[in-house]
């Protein structure tokens, strides 16, 4: 069985994909995609693999994208951001949500 899988650069980040997958990329811009269900297409695509051949862009691949599906857009878990320095009563607390996209990979074309 041959195992297709591509790697895309979204959000300054690079993730491993094939089709079916999951993943939580950096939040997509309203204005990229229109709303849950629709469809994303990332055409920055730096490697594909088909199992039997690989081929590798410098640094993107023409002609080749990923296409996905919006599942949602949400935020992280509370990620808190203690600062502190003894011996001058500073203590500052602070809360941080970063916003995500969850997308579902259709296919690698």
């Known amino acids: 069985m ?7 650069k979204t959000g300054g980040k690079q993730y ?9 990329v950096e ?6 995609v229109k709303s849950e269900g629709s469809e994303v297409i990332f055409d ?3 490697l594909t693999s088909d199992g039997k051949e690989t ?7 023409a002609g080749v994208k990923v296409t ?11 990620l808190l951001v203690f600062k502190y ?11 941080h949500r970063q916003p995500y996209t969850e997308v579902e990979i259709l296919s690698i074309k």
């Open 68 to 78: 996905a599906k919006r599942v949602a857009d949400d935020r992280h878990d509370k």
């Open 55 to 61: 081929k590798l862009g410098t640094p993107a691949l």
């Open 27 to 32: 939040k997509l811009a309203k204005t990229d």
């Open 85 to 95: 320095k003894n011996k001058t009563r500073y203590r500052v607390k602070r809360g």
């Open 2 to 8: 041959t195992m297709k899988f591509a790697v895309i």
């Open 16 to 24: 491993l994909v094939a089709p079916g997958d999951k993943l939580k």
């Open 44 to 46: 920055e695509v730096l």
